[in-house]
């Protein structure tokens, strides 16, 4: 079975498919995520992660999304709306 990350290649399909995972992760209860986190957890590098979280940011209606620091990775903030 092939990894469903790696089937999908346009940016759309990407944003939807973290849009999914980090749903799930602040249904059970996290807020703060760093981008290389969720890049080793979906298989994506952390400046794909952090491109597609600022284009999330402005265009999910099922997620806040805040940027918080800068330090050795980006750490975000994330809640349900």
């Known amino acids: 079975m092939s990894d469903p990350i ?3 290649t346009d940016s759309a ?3 939807k498919y973290l849009e999914g995972y980090l749903l ?3 249904a ?3 807020r703060y995520f760093k981008s290389k986190n969720i890049a080793k957890e979906i298989d994506l590098s952390a400046k794909e992660i952090g491109s597609l979280l600022f284009r999330l940011r402005q ?3 099922k997620l806040a999304i805040e940027e918080w620091a800068s330090t050795s990775a980006k750490t975000w903030y ?3 709306r």
Request: glycine share 6%; hydrophobic share 15%; aromatic share 0%.
């Open 6 to 8: 790696h089937s999908r």
């Open 13 to 15: 399909a990407k944003r």
């Open 24 to 26: 799930e992760q602040v």
């Open 28 to 30: 059970s209860g996290d």
């Open 59 to 61: 265009d999910s209606s």
């Open 78 to 80: 994330i809640e349900p």
